[in-house]
C-alpha cells in the first residue's frame, strides 16, 4: 500500500506546470556539454537563452555511459525563471525522462518532497515523472489546490489531452493534511477548468470510511456551475406545524447572471416562495434582486389567509463604470409593514422596527462645484404604523465657491472677508406621501395618492470669515435666504359647537420666504493647573466658547381666525410639505459652552515621550439661546451633555433639558414666570443617563481595539455599523471572556398630569449583559440578556453556544425569552461550496 501523503500544493486553476515541466525537460534534450563548478552544473546550448543551473548539497554524479544525471540531497534545479526541488533528481537522456522523489532523515519520515515552481505556482508531491517525448507524466501522492478546495491524487497520470487520470482520490475542504472528513474517489478524470468525474464515492470522517456515498459523481470546476437542488431546512415543530424550509433550485444562467428558486411548506398550510437573483459585470455594477411572497394560514375555526410580500434589491455601481453618472439602490420593502410575521421561526429581522428603501441616481460635474440627484425612497415603520413615501425628490447642490479669491493677491486685513467670502446654493424639489399602512393592506390607492404633498425648496447662503485680536477669535458672518413652494395650505376656523379648531387642507399654490442673518464668533481658551508631586501632574482644561446672532424678519403675511374675541394668527404653511410656522420676527442670541479636560503625568511605561495622558471629559456641553423679540418666555430649555471614557473599559454618556421656568405643582404645566421669582431653580424636563462597562482581560481589550480598527479599514455595509460603534460585541474565539454591560436610565418630567396620566415622572430603565466565554480553544459561550428595572423582569434572554470544528461549524442558539422564542441546532460546513450542506433543527423534538 503507498504511504500517505503529508504534503500541501498550492495551485491555481491551470494545469500548466506540466506543461512548464515539458519545456523544461525538452531544453535538456538539447544539452551538448557541461562542466562542473563547485558542485553546479551550469547546461549551455545555442537554443537556450538563459543558463540553467544545477545544484546539490550532497553530490553531483554524471553517468556518462547511462546518459544520466544524479543530483542528491537539497538538489534544485533554476533557469531564473523556473525552479524545482527535490531530495533526488535523476534525468535521463537516453529515455528523455525526468524523475524527482524525496529522501528519508534518520528518523525514517519523508523530508525534501519534489517541488516544482513557476511563479505563484507550486506543486508537491512525493514522486513526479515526465516524459518530454510521449509528453505524459506519472505522479505520486500530489495535492492540488484551487479556490478552497483540496484534490489529493494518490497515483495520477497526465495525457497528452491536459486530462489527468487519477486513483485513490480525496476531496475535500479541508486544509489539513490528514482532512476531518473527505469524499474518498476511487478512479476519476480531471478534465482541467471543467469537471471531475468519478466512479464509486463515500464519504470519510476522521479516517473512517461511513456508509454515505454514491456510485458515480460529477463535481463541476468553477467554469462548469450546473443546475441543482439546495437541501431544506427542517422545522419539526412550530406554530405552522412541521415544515421544510428554502427547498432550493439553483440555476447558473451564464457568468455574469445566477438565480436560485426557494419553496417553503408546513403541515397546517402556510407556504411561501422566494426567488434571489444575483448579478454581476466587472467594472460595471454588483446587486442583487430577492423577491418573496407567503401566504400564513389560521387554521380552523377562522380559516383565514394573510398573504405578505417582501422586496429587497441592492445595486451597486462600480466607480470605473462612468466617473459623472452612479446609479445606487437599497430596496427592503416589506408589504404588511411586520417585520415579527415570518414563516422562518428563527427570525433575524425580529426587532427591526424600521424598514427603509432608496433609489437614487446622481450626477456630478467634474471641474465645478454642481450636483444634482433624483431619489425615490419609502420607509416603513412598524410602531407608527405609518409609511412615507417620497416619490420623488429632486436635488440640485452648488458647494462653496469663493468668487472674490482670484481678485486679491493678499488677504490681509480687510482682503481678509472678501477672499474667504463664500456662495452655496441648494435645490430640493419632492412629491411625499405620508399614509397608514393599514390603506396599502386594503389596496386603497387613491386615499394614498390624495395625502401627496409637494413643494420646492431653494437656499442661497453667503458666508465669509475673519480673525479678530491677533486671529484668537473666530468671526463668521452669513446671510441665508430660503424660497418656499408649496402646493398645499391650511386653513383654522374656530367651531364655538365642539370648541376646537378645525382645519381645511387646499390644493392651492403658495410662496414664503425666509431671510436669516446670522454673525458667530468662537474661540478656544487653554487653562492648566500643575501638581506638586513626583510625577509631575498637568490638568490642561480646553473650553470652547460659542455666541452667535441671528435675525430672522417676518416676511411673509399671516392669516387668523376668531376663538372666543381674540384673533390668533397662523402661517398657511404649519401643515405643508415645507413647513413655515414663523408669525413674528425673531432675534435669537445662541450660546454654546464646550469642555474638556485632560490629565498628563510621568509614567515609566511610555518609553517615547515619557508621559502618560488621561482623558478626565471627553465633552462636557451647555447649549441654549434668547429670544429678544418675545414677549414672555424668552429663554429657551438649557441643553447638557457629559461624555466621560475615564479607563478603557468604562463609558458614560448623558444628556438633559433644563427648564427654567416655574411650574404647577399639581398639574406640572410650565408657567410663564421664571422658578427663581418662586425660590426654585428649575426643574429637569428630560435626562438621559447611558453606562458601558466591559470586563476582560488586558490582552483581550488590546484585541477588542484591534477589531474595531479592522472594521473600520473594511468596506462594511450599514448591517455592520453596530458592531463597529461596540466593537465589545464582536465575538472573538481569540478572547477568552468578555462581560459588557449596559445600563440606560431614562427619566421624563410630566409636564400634563391628569387622572389617567397621574405619574409626576416616567422612566424607563434597562440593563443588557453581553458576555463570552471560550471554555476551550475552538468552544465559545455567547449570552444576551436584557432585564427592564422598572418592571423587574427579563424582556428577552438569548443564549448560543458555538463549536469551531475547523472546516465545519456547530451552533446552539436558544431564545427562552420575549416574543421571539426560537430554537435552533445547525451543523455547517464553513466552505462556500458546501454552504448548502448543513443540518438545521429549528424546534427539538416534542419529549424535550
Given at each position: 500500500m503507498q504511504n500517505k501523503f503529508n504534503a500541501h500544493l498550492v495551485f491555481k486553476k491551470r494545469s500548466t506546470y506540466l506543461v512548464i515541466l515539458l519545456t523544461l525537460l525538452i531544453m535538456f534534450g538539447t544539452v551538448e556539454s557541461y562542466a562542473q563548478i563547485r558542485d553546479t552544473i551550469v547546461l549551455n546550448s545555442g537554443e537556450i537563452d538563459e543558463p540553467i543551473f544545477y545544484s546539490a548539497t550532497d553530490s553531483i554524479y554524471s553517468d556518462l555511459k547511462n546518459k544520466q544525471i544524479h543530483l542528491f540531497n537539497e538538489a534544485k534545479i533554476d533557469n531564473g525563471e523556473i525552479q524545482m526541488e527535490a531530495g533526488y533528481i535523476l534525468i535521463d537522456l537516453k529515455k528523455n525522462e525526468v524523475y524527482a522523489t524525496y529522501l528519508y532523515d534518520e528518523d525514517s519520515n519523508k523530508v525534501q518532497l519534489p517541488v516544482f515552481s513557476d511563479g505563484p505556482e507550486k506543486i508537491t508531491a512525493s514522486s513526479i515523472r515526465f516524459n518530454f517525448t510521449t509528453k505524459k507524466g506519472y505522479i505520486e501522492e500530489v495535492a492540488i489546490k484551487q479556490d478552497e478546495n483540496f484534490l489529493y491524487m494518490e497515483i495520477a497520470k497526465k495525457h497528452t489531452n491536459d486530462e489527468?487520470?487519477?486513483?485513490?482520490?480525496?476531496?475535500?475542504t479541508c486544509d489539513l493534511p490528514e482532512p476531518h472528513y473527505h469524499f474518498q474517489l476511487s478512479k476519476a478524470v480531471m478534465i482541467p477548468e471543467k469537471r471531475i468525474v468519478s466512479g464509486p464515492m463515500n464519504l470519510w470522517i476522521n479516517g473512517v470510511p461511513t456508509p454515505l456515498g454514491l456510485p458515480f459523481i460529477v463535481i463541476p470546476q468553477q467554469e462548469d456551475r450546473t443546475h441543482g437542488f439546495i437541501f431544506p431546512q427542517i422545522a419539526p415543530i412550530s406554530q405552522f406545524g412541521f415544515g421544510f424550509q428554502d427547498l432550493g433550485y439553483y440555476i447558473p444562467i451564464n457568468d455574469r447572471l445566477q438565480t436560485t428558486f426557494y419553496g417553503t411548506l408546513y403541515s397546517r398550510g402556510s407556504w411561501g416562495l422566494r426567488n434571489r437573483t444575483e448579478y454581476a459585470k466587472r467594472y460595471k455594477h454588483l446587486g442583487s434582486v430577492d423577491l418573496g411572497f407567503q401566504q400564513f394560514k389560521s387554521g380552523f375555526p377562522t380559516n383565514v389567509n394573510q398573504n405578505k410580500i417582501t422586496v429587497q434589491w441592492s445595486h451597486r455601481q462600480d466607480t470605473k463604470a462612468n466617473p459623472y453618472w452612479n446609479f445606487s439602490s437599497k430596496v427592503n420593502f416589506i408589504s404588511d409593514n411586520n417585520s415579527k410575521s415570518n414563516l422562518d421561526p428563527l427570525n433575524q429581522s425580529y426587532f427591526n422596527n424600521s424598514f427603509n428603501s432608496d433609489i437614487s441616481l446622481t450626477r456630478s460635474f467634474p471641474g465645478k462645484p454642481i450636483t444634482a440627484g433624483a431619489k425615490l425612497s419609502l420607509r416603513q415603520n412598524s410602531i407608527s404604523k405609518n409609511i412615507s413615501l417620497t416619490s420623488p425628490v429632486v436635488n440640485v447642490n452648488v458647494t462653496r465657491f469663493f468668487p472674490f479669491k482670484r481678485l486679491f493677491t493678499s488677504n490681509k486685513g480687510w482682503r481678509e472677508l472678501f477672499t474667504r467670502f463664500g456662495v452655496s446654493y441648494n435645490f430640493e424639489g419632492q412629491n411625499r406621501s405620508t399614509f397608514a399602512d393599514s390603506l396599502m393592506n386594503q389596496g386603497n390607492y387613491q386615499r394614498i395618492g390624495n395625502q401627496f404633498q409637494?413643494?420646492?425648496?431653494?437656499?442661497?447662503?453667503?458666508?465669509?470669515?475673519?480673525?479678530?485680536?491677533?486671529?484668537?477669535?473666530?468671526?463668521?458672518?452669513?446671510?441665508?435666504?430660503?424660497?418656499?413652494?408649496?402646493?398645499q395650505q391650511t386653513r383654522k376656523s374656530f367651531d364655538a359647537l365642539s370648541n376646537t379648531v378645525q382645519n381645511d387642507t387646499l390644493r392651492q399654490f403658495g410662496m414664503a420666504h425666509q431671510l436669516t442673518f446670522s454673525a458667530q464668533l468662537s474661540t478656544a481658551v487653554y487653562s492648566y493647573y500643575k501638581f506638586i508631586g513626583k510625577n509631575e501632574a498637568l490638568l490642561r482644561h480646553v473650553l470652547t466658547p460659542t455666541f452667535s446672532f441671528q435675525y430672522i424678519p417676518n416676511l411673509n403675511s399671516n392669516l387668523s381666525y376668531s376663538q372666543n374675541t381674540l384673533d390668533v394668527a397662523y402661517s398657511p404653511f404649519e401643515q405643508s410639505l415645507y413647513r413655515v410656522a414663523q408669525t413674528k420676527d425673531r432675534a435669537l442670541i445662541n450660546y454654546g459652552f464646550n469642555n474638556t479636560i485632560e490629565l498628563k503625568r510621568k509614567s515609566d511605561k511610555d518609553t517615547i515621550t515619557g508621559f502618560k495622558k488621561t482623558r478626565l471629559i471627553d465633552a462636557f456641553t451647555i447649549n441654549g439661546n434668547y429670544d429678544i423679540l418675545k414677549d414672555s418666555m424668552n429663554f429657551s430649555n438649557i441643553r447638557l451633555g457629559l461624555r466621560i471614557s475615564p479607563t478603557r473599559w468604562m463609558n458614560f454618556v448623558a444628556n438633559s433639558s433644563f427648564s427654567p421656568y416655574d411650574w404647577n405643582d399639581t398639574s406640572g404645566v410650565i408657567l410663564g414666570s421664571y422658578a427663581v421669582s418662586n425660590g426654585r431653580l428649575g426643574r429637569f424636563l428630560t435626562s438621559s443617563f447611558s453606562t458601558t462597562v466591559t470586563f476582560t482581560s488586558k490582552d483581550s481589550r488590546d484585541k477588542i481595539q484591534e477589531s474595531s480598527k479592522r472594521i473600520n479599514e473594511s468596506n462594511w455595509n450599514s448591517d455592520y455599523n453596530y458592531f463597529l460603534l461596540h466593537p465589545e460585541f464582536v465575538v472573538n474565539y481569540n478572547i477568552p471572556w468578555k462581560v459588557s454591560l449596559s445600563h440606560i436610565y431614562t427619566i421624563n418630567t410630566n409636564t400634563n398630569i391628569t387622572a389617567t396620566n397621574a405619574d409626576r415622572f416616567k422612566k424607563v430603565q434597562t440593563l443588557m449583559m453581553n458576555g463570552d466565554l471560550s471554555f476551550t480553544k475552538r468552544w465559545k459561550l455567547v449570552s444576551t440578556i436584557n432585564f427592564d428595572l422598572e418592571q423587574t423582569k427579563v424582556t428577552n434572554a438569548r443564549f448560543a453556544l458555538s463549536r469551531d470544528l475547523h472546516c465545519w461549524s456547530l451552533a446552539f442558539n436558544w431564545i427562552p425569552i420575549g416574543g421571539n422564542k426560537s430554537f435552533l441546532f445547525s451543523i455547517r460546513s464553513t466552505s462556500s461550496l458546501f454552504k448548502d450542506a448543513k443540518i438545521d433543527i429549528k424546534k427539538p423534538p416534542t419529549f424535550l
Open positions: 489527468i487520470h487519477f486513483r485513490r482520490g480525496r476531496f475535500t409637494n413643494g420646492i425648496n431653494q437656499r442661497i447662503t453667503v458666508q465669509t470669515t475673519a480673525g479678530l485680536f491677533k486671529n484668537t477669535w473666530k468671526l463668521t458672518p452669513s446671510i441665508d435666504y430660503r424660497n418656499i413652494i408649496n402646493f
